[in-house]
């Protein structure tokens, strides 16, 4: 872009801090002049003499007379008779068609033969798992982390004070192969600092409800998210919470069958403000950081769950 400024504007300009640089670069328009011979169907390109003139920084191989030359040698190219291609008739696969039917998938995951399996043992088991759709479509597995980064390389659970369940992986979860990344992450460790959760002394896992990224287009994944619950319900008997924390509706909808007393109804409204319990542990259920990333207005009540949470940590005599 090329503005043409008198000595009041640029005066304007340096009052305001703004630094003006008088270039004195030939405007692209000038630089390459395109002439057409009346008497020919094809143009000719001619470069310009400034282009000629110029040395400075040239492009190896590539000057205005060679770029003239191949422009000119494309119109002699003759065209080259293409043969129709046979009429194909696309067959569009549904993404969740030919897999098991997720109903039938339960008996793939028996408790008993994860229970037999080390925690290393039981990370690979999942990494290799296609029990359901979810395994099927993988880039890759979202297994957990603790929070403190001291804990971050442990080949044996540890007791933790906080389970942190978080709804299915997104796509930047999956490339990182790692549960709240990037603002995610960045929120959830404030809310965890915030409610003094933070301790290296404390340990503090945080994971998905299911350990792939539901694909885009899956219809209907609940069944799947519920045949890989067996991989969260493995984590919560090893690691042996005090209590759980569950940040998003999709995580929530997933263990409201299973918690006790059983919710009035499904929505997040129904779920937060109450101590519940699953499988026996002590769960609050609040919203998903990446919601409260879109809407900061509704972080208020998220501190209200905090609170509850830590009320629930001093009973167990944890604060």
Same mark, same amino acid.
């Given at each position: 872009?090329?503005?043409?400024?008198?000595?009041?504007?640029?005066?304007?300009?340096?009052?305001?801090? @703004?630094?003006?640089?008088?270039?004195?670069?030939?405007?692209?328009?000038?630089?390459?002049?395109?002439?057409?011979?009346?008497?020919?169907?094809?143009?000719? *390109?001619?470069?310009?003499?400034?282009?000629?003139?110029?040395?400075?920084?040239? %492009?190896?191989?590539?000057?205005?007379?060679?770029?003239?030359?191949?422009?000119?040698? +494309?119109?002699? +190219? =003759?065209?080259?008779?293409?043969?129709?291609?046979?009429?194909?008739?696309?067959?569009?696969?549904?993404?969740?068609?030919?897999?098991?039917?997720?109903?039938?998938?339960?008996?793939?995951?028996?408790?008993?033969?994860?229970?037999?399996?080390?925690?290393?043992?039981?990370?690979? !088991?999942?990494?290799?798992?296609?029990?359901?759709?979810?395994?099927?479509?993988?880039?890759?597995? @979202?297994?957990?982390?603790?929070?403190?980064?001291?804990?971050?390389?442990?080949?044996?659970?540890? !007791?933790?004070? +906080?389970? +942190?369940?978080?709804?299915?992986?997104?796509?930047?979860?999956?490339?990182?192969?790692?549960?709240? %990344?990037?603002?995610?992450?960045?929120? %959830?460790?404030?809310?965890?600092?915030?409610?003094?959760?933070?301790?290296?002394?404390?340990? #503090?896992?945080?994971?998905?409800?299911? !350990?792939?990224?539901?694909?885009?287009?899956?219809?209907?994944?609940?069944?799947?998210?519920? #045949?890989?619950?067996?991989?969260?319900?493995?984590?919560? =008997?090893?690691?042996?919470?005090?209590?759980?924390? %569950?940040?998003?509706?999709?995580?929530?909808?997933?263990?409201?069958? =299973?918690?006790?007393?059983?919710?009035?109804?499904?929505?997040?409204?129904?779920?937060?403000?109450? @101590?519940?319990?699953?499988?026996? #542990?002590?769960?609050?259920?609040? *919203?998903?950081?990446?919601?409260?990333?879109?809407?900061?207005?509704?972080?208020?009540?998220?501190?209200?769950?905090?609170?509850?949470?830590?009320?629930?940590?001093?009973?167990?005599?944890?604060?």
């Amino acid at each position: 872009m090329h503005l043409a400024l008198d000595a009041r504007q640029k005066a304007m300009l340096r009052e305001m801090g @703004v630094k003006v640089w008088q270039t004195t670069a030939t405007p692209i328009s000038q630089a390459l002049e395109v002439s057409f011979n009346s008497s020919s169907e094809n143009p000719t *390109f001619t470069p310009d003499d400034a282009w000629q003139n110029k040395t400075a920084n040239p %492009v190896k191989g590539y000057s205005p007379t060679t770029l003239a030359s191949q422009a000119n040698s +494309v119109n002699q +190219v =003759k065209p080259i008779a293409i043969s129709p291609l046979p009429h194909i008739v696309s067959q569009a696969t549904p993404l969740d068609a030919n897999l098991v039917a997720p109903e039938a998938l339960g008996a793939l995951l028996p408790t008993d033969q994860l229970d037999a399996l080390t925690w290393p043992e039981l990370i690979t !088991k999942a990494n290799d798992c296609d029990s359901c759709r979810l395994g099927h479509n993988r880039q890759k597995m @979202v297994w957990g982390r603790f929070a403190h980064e001291l804990h971050q390389h442990q080949n044996i659970p540890l !007791k933790t004070s +906080v389970l +942190v369940v978080l709804d299915p992986p997104s796509a930047y979860e999956e490339d990182a192969a790692s549960p709240a %990344v990037m603002q995610v992450g960045k929120l %959830v460790h404030a809310m965890l600092k915030a409610a003094g959760l933070d301790s290296e002394h404390r340990p #503090i896992f945080i994971s998905n409800v299911s !350990k792939c990224r539901i694909p885009t287009g899956l219809r209907n994944p609940q069944p799947d998210i519920t #045949i890989c619950l067996a991989y969260l319900n493995q984590q919560i =008997k090893r690691l042996q919470p005090t209590t759980i924390l %569950v940040l998003g509706w999709g995580a929530a909808q997933v263990l409201t069958s =299973k918690m006790e007393p059983r919710p009035s109804g499904t929505a997040l409204g129904h779920l937060r403000g109450v @101590v519940q319990h699953y499988l026996g #542990i002590p769960t609050i259920v609040s *919203f998903a950081p990446a919601y409260l990333i879109r809407n900061p207005q509704d972080k208020a009540k998220t501190w209200d769950d905090l609170c509850l949470l830590m009320q629930c940590l001093e009973d167990k005599k944890e604060i």
